[in-house]
């Protein structure tokens, strides 16, 4: 560790006044930062690695002249993310007159709440939903309620009070937020300073030459941008960094870029966001957009963190691999910036490493867009629906023209010791009809590339056989069959 942990005043809004606070270590979680020294105690840890919710808070951001709002997981938030932003806690929904906010009012309205413990949590992810429909004067439905408290688990109610409590946020009295004053008491909160300094502990770049030059500078900072995965390296191997890089506040990394014929997403750009984009661009993705992981996690990790973190059992980048996607990765070269281009599945030499130099940074993802002709499916396999790593990833996209497979590509995760392209697979199915016996032999050849380990997820049997199965899905949908998973043959079934 440095002998002089040094680091910027932590600044935030909270309740309408500027909280600052110093000496907050970079390692710090703001969960930490809120019980231990704000003493806000409603906030809750339930298992510090952002799967049970308790601990949710809502932050909210400048976003032209709005605010934009997200639900976010504080135990693996690092404290000093939130610099610059507005905060509400569970102690901040209580009006100045006593009344309790309309996302508490129908929380007790319609006993959404037993033991209590997971209720903070709960409540906070329906203030943000609040915020972003009914505070807006939009129509909220039990769907889009059950998406925003993807990432809240409870023991005790079975969940159908809190998913009626949020609607019945709808039928409350309208509470209002001051947005513009809160607007403009942002743009007046004094950002930390971009001046590199060697003893400084976290440092958050607020351009891309500001970052390059950070990197270039500190090739052995930790670089982090969400936090939804090196939080946990913290909270649960009680790791810590002499220093830290957060790319989250650069504003080149934060955007999402429409050309001809691709998608340019910045690394910065949220999980959330991220999947939007793409949604929009190929609709049939949306589940497994929603699949990824609960909403506080895809609202604070991103698109590039989980493509430069590597993991093979990250579900972002079997998909990017089958929709052809390529990275960009930049560095400081003297006095200009320089860059180099390669397919995402390129990035990766064995198990959570890749081929960046110390001093490069993943800038940019880079997705082309939907053409015609082409069926992509994604599928992720896993004990949970939401919220749960997965057991095996597997995504598809082939172009049939004329009846005979024109290209194919397939992205597999959860199989080998990094995310993989399955060329082997791509080679049988590419140049032949796409018949049944096709699919056939295609899975056996899918089954065949990947050597799977056993482990907590899934045997390797399983993994195996769970491969060539979705393949055989993947071809049932190609053909119109519907009811291809459970979840579609239980809504076919109350439809019934």
């Not at 409590?165 to 309208?174: D, E, F, G, R, T």
């Not at 939804?228 to 989250?248: A, E, N, P, S």
């Not at 050849?445 to 195996?464: C, G, K, N």
Request: net charge positive.
């Amino acid at each position: 560790m440095l002998t002089t942990m040094k680091t910027k005043p932590l600044q935030f809004l909270r309740q309408g006044k500027v909280v600052r606070l110093t000496g907050v270590e970079p390692h710090r979680t703001l969960l930490e930062v809120l019980r231990e020294d704000l003493h806000c105690t409603g906030t809750k840890e339930g298992c510090g690695e952002g799967d049970c919710g308790a601990c949710t808070v809502v932050v909210a951001e400048a976003q032209g002249e709005a605010l934009k709002f997200s639900a976010v997981n504080s135990c693996i938030r690092l404290a000093h993310s939130i610099h610059g932003m507005a905060l509400w806690t569970i102690e901040d929904l209580r009006g100045n007159d006593g009344k309790l906010h309309p996302s508490q009012k129908a929380m007790l309205d319609c006993h959404g709440s037993q033991c209590g413990f997971c209720t903070p949590g709960v409540v906070m992810s329906l203030f943000g939903l609040y915020q972003k429909h009914t505070a807006k004067g939009l129509p909220l439905s039990r769907e889009q309620a059950q998406e925003a408290l993807s990432g809240n688990l409870c023991r005790c109610t079975g969940y159908r009070p809190i998913l009626d409590a949020a609607q019945a946020m709808q039928s409350l009295p309208l509470v209002t937020l001051d947005t513009q004053r809160t607007l403009s008491q942002l743009k007046h909160l004094t950002l930390i300073p971009s001046a590199l300094q060697a003893n400084l502990s976290y440092y958050s770049p607020v351009t891309l030459s500001e970052l390059l030059a950070a990197r270039q500078r500190f090739p052995h900072a930790q670089l982090v941008a969400g936090c939804t995965d090196v939080g946990l390296w913290i909270t649960k191997q009680h790791r810590q960094f002499d220093q830290i890089i957060d790319l989250t506040r650069v504003t080149e990394l934060r955007r999402i870029e429409h050309y001809t014929h691709h998608i340019a997403i910045g690394a910065a750009v949220t999980l959330a966001d991220a999947f939007a984009a793409l949604v929009a661009d190929r609709g049939q993705l949306a589940e497994f957009a929603q699949r990824f992981a609960g909403l506080p996690v895809r609202n604070s990790g991103t698109l590039g963190g989980n493509v430069a973190n590597g993991s093979p059992i990250g579900d972002s980048m079997p998909l990017l691999i089958a929709l052809g996607a390529s990275v960009v990765l930049m560095r400081q070269k003297g006095s200009r910036m320089a860059h180099r281009e390669l397919r995402l599945e390129d990035l990766y030499k064995g198990y959570r490493s890749h081929v960046m130099a110390p001093d490069e940074v993943l800038a940019w993802i880079k997705v082309p867009k939907a053409t015609a002709g082409e069926f992509s499916r994604a599928y992720k396999v896993s004990k949970r629906f939401e919220d749960d790593i997965s057991a095996v990833c597997l995504a598809i996209n082939l172009r049939i023209e004329s009846g005979v497979v024109a290209t194919a590509s397939l992205g597999a995760g959860g199989v080998a010791a990094t995310p993989v392209r399955a060329r082997k697979t791509e080679a049988a199915l590419c140049g032949q009809p796409w018949s049944h016996a096709t699919v056939q032999h295609a899975m056996k050849v899918l089954r065949a590339e990947f050597s799977p380990i056993t482990d907590m997820r899934a045997s390797a049997a399983y993994r195996h056989t769970v491969l060539g199965n979705l393949l055989q899905r993947y071809w049932l949908e190609s053909q119109g069959a519907v009811q291809t998973d459970l979840r579609t043959l239980e809504r076919d079934g109350e439809a019934a």
